[in-house]
């Protein structure tokens, strides 16, 4: 009987019946567990813009080049001269234009040979030299293309002659006038191209040249 006190004196305990965190003894399972440890393995890069550089390089034309090739283009216009007779004589103010080239067309013309020695001298001594750039030779070339089209009609009027009246003469200084027409323009266009420094390319005669070169 001398027990039963002491037995009231320890009070009850009641069950756990909700554990704390604290008294948790088992860790609960990770339901991602590769995702987690992809996470962990995964770096950000991050890729900087890469800077562009633009090189430019600015090569001029010489002026021993520009020169040449001008005095390349003298030969078919010296020779085009004679095609523009009929058309300076109906408009004589159209010859003003020509007067400051009236000094080297006399020295062309007084040498004896002088459309021979020049063909050949621009064909074989700047075409075919390889010492000269290609822009020399190229113009060069145009050049000499242009002046062998420019003889064949003057080899068709030997041939057939027109006569000085009727529908023959009439077609004759329409070609002449053409002819005449074009070569000047041709001069224009290739003498401010090369002082540019620019490759002119002549209509019937670039591609020509340029399978020669």
């Not at 995964?42 to 090739?69: E, F, H, K, Q, W």
């Not at 002046?147 to 003469?169: A, E, K, N, Q, Y």
């Amino acid at each position: 009987m001398a027990s039963a006190p002491l037995l009231r004196l320890v009070p009850a305990q009641k069950p756990l019946l909700f554990p704390s965190a604290s008294r948790v003894l088992f860790p609960v399972p990770n339901p991602f567990p590769e995702a987690s440890k992809s996470k962990l393995k995964t770096t950000v890069s991050v890729s900087r813009p890469r800077r562009i550089g633009i090189c430019m390089s600015y090569n001029p034309t010489p002026a021993t080049d520009r020169l040449i090739s001008v005095a390349g283009y003298t030969l078919p216009l010296f020779n085009s001269l004679q095609y523009g007779r009929y058309l300076l004589a109906q408009f004589p103010t159209l010859g003003l234009l020509f007067d400051p080239i009236l000094p080297l067309l006399s020295l062309y013309r007084s040498i004896p040979y002088s459309s021979f020695v020049a063909f050949f001298a621009l064909y074989l001594g700047v075409v075919r030299n390889p010492s000269f750039s290609h822009y020399v030779r190229f113009n060069s070339m145009q050049a000499v293309t242009l002046d062998v089209l420019l003889v064949l009609p003057h080899l068709l009027h030997r041939i057939f002659t027109p006569g000085h009246s009727g529908i023959g003469f009439r077609v004759m200084v329409w070609g002449h006038n053409l002819l005449f027409v074009f070569s000047v323009t041709c001069f224009i266009y290739s003498v401010v191209s090369c002082i540019l420094g620019r490759t002119p390319h002549l209509p019937f005669v670039a591609d020509a040249a340029a399978r020669q070169i």
